[in-house]
């Protein structure tokens, strides 16, 4: 596509349960990352991928949260038994390398409401 | 890692130039200076990147000085559509990936 998509733009969900999100960055793009946004708050990194692999997971807050991408394209982050605190903007971006100095281009984010 | 220090809030006037400051006086030689802006509710918009020399695009330019601690981002005729939170980023390089870390930003609003 022309852009980073991202899916579901808007979810509504009861503390407790699963929620998965996805992500499909730009045709070509082996870099992904995910970053979320509590409302009024800066963008806070969560992990990145180049290809499939994650080389660093220390960013997600809890081990309730999991990352993956299969095939080097669609990539899906995934919150268990979740909290209030899960509530705000998950982003995504993609580049086209993790080679410094890439463009990198941000979806327009799925907003996760926990109540 | 590197940080930056941006002004919290700037105002400029419809059609006029906004030049946006930054200091990121501990960026070290290889890490880019990049920025964004953030319109409510949506995801941050790329702008411009550079390591040291000049660039402009069809969007902004940006003005890095030559011992790099500092940048400007200029937007040559700010419109209404401009007014957002401006980011300058230094990226770092942590674990082979090239990583974003965005601090507070400047609000800029442009008035009529």
């Known amino acids: 596509g022309a852009g980073v998509s991202q899916s579901p733009s808007n979810k509504v969900t009861e503390k407790g349960k699963d929620v998965e999100l996805r992500c499909d960055p730009i045709?070509?793009?082996?870099?992904l990352y995910w970053y979320r946004q509590s409302l009024g708050q800066g963008l806070e990194f969560l992990i990145y991928f180049q290809g499939n692999s994650a080389p660093d997971k220390s960013g997600l807050p809890s081990d309730r949260f999991s990352a993956e991408r299969t095939g080097g394209s669609v990539s899906t982050l995934t919150i268990q038994r979740t909290q209030q605190e899960d509530s705000a903007v998950y982003l995504c971006?993609?580049?086209?390398?993790?080679?410094?100095?890439?463009?990198?281009?941000f979806g327009e984010g799925s907003w996760l409401t926990v109540v | 890692d590197a940080k930056t220090t941006q002004p919290p809030s700037m105002d400029c006037a419809e059609g006029r130039a906004a030049n946006l400051p930054c200091n990121h006086s501990t960026i070290s030689g290889n890490e880019y200076v990049y920025w964004y802006r953030q319109i409510h509710s949506q995801g941050p918009q790329y702008i411009i990147h550079g390591l040291k020399n000049n660039e402009t695009n069809e969007m902004a330019s940006l003005i890095i000085t030559e011992d790099r601690k500092s940048s400007t981002l200029i937007l040559p005729h700010a419109t209404l559509r401009d007014t957002a939170v401006y980011y300058c980023?230094?990226?770092?390089?942590?674990?082979?990936?090239?990583?974003?870390?965005f601090g507070g930003g400047t609000r800029l609003m442009v008035k009529p």
């Open positions: 971006a993609s580049s086209l390398s993790v080679s410094r100095g890439n463009t990198i281009y």
């Open positions: 045709s070509g793009h082996t870099a």
């Open positions: 980023i230094v990226s770092l390089f942590v674990n082979a990936g090239n990583m974003l870390t």
